[in-house]
């Protein structure tokens, strides 16, 4: 079965860095999209950076851009996020997730939440001093 495990979270001081990774299995990797979401407390879930298939392309949020780069190794199924100059408001559980649809690589479903059918259980991000 689709399994998505991520790991790499933890506590950070604001400017500071993490990375991330998911592990996935029981698909075929390289040909779905995957991306990161996050959810803050409180908050609902936001998308934050999702990755073509072959990881040729990529995208982000405004309130990530410039600071967080999502990579892919197909060879190994493992999806990264590279987060630097992190803030208090990076703050949240963040996961991975699979598209539902193979071979579907355009902004808009990478972009919304409901096109995604699997989930990871998370890992935590605290950004504190």
């Known amino acids: 079965q689709v399994q998505l495990v991520e790991s790499g979270g933890g506590l950070a001081q604001p400017g500071g860095s993490l990375r991330l990774s998911c592990a996935a299995s029981?698909?075929?990797?390289?040909?779905?999209?995957m991306s990161w979401a996050r959810q803050a407390p409180g908050k609902g879930l936001e998308w934050v950076s999702g990755?073509?298939?072959?990881?040729?392309?990529?995208y982000y949020a405004d309130s990530v851009k410039g600071r967080f780069t999502i990579s892919r190794d197909n060879a190994k199924n493992t999806l990264d996020l590279q987060m630097n100059s992190l803030k208090p408001e990076d703050t949240a559980l963040y996961y991975c997730?699979?598209?539902?649809?193979?071979?579907?690589?355009?902004?808009?479903?990478?972009?919304?939440?409901?096109?995604?059918?699997?989930w990871g259980h998370g890992t935590q991000v605290t950004v504190s001093s």
């Open positions: 990755i073509w298939s072959d990881g040729s392309v990529a």
């Open positions: 029981g698909f075929t990797f390289s040909s779905y999209a």
């Open positions: 997730a699979k598209v539902r649809a193979i071979n579907t690589d355009t902004i808009v479903v990478i972009t919304t939440l409901g096109e995604y059918d699997y």
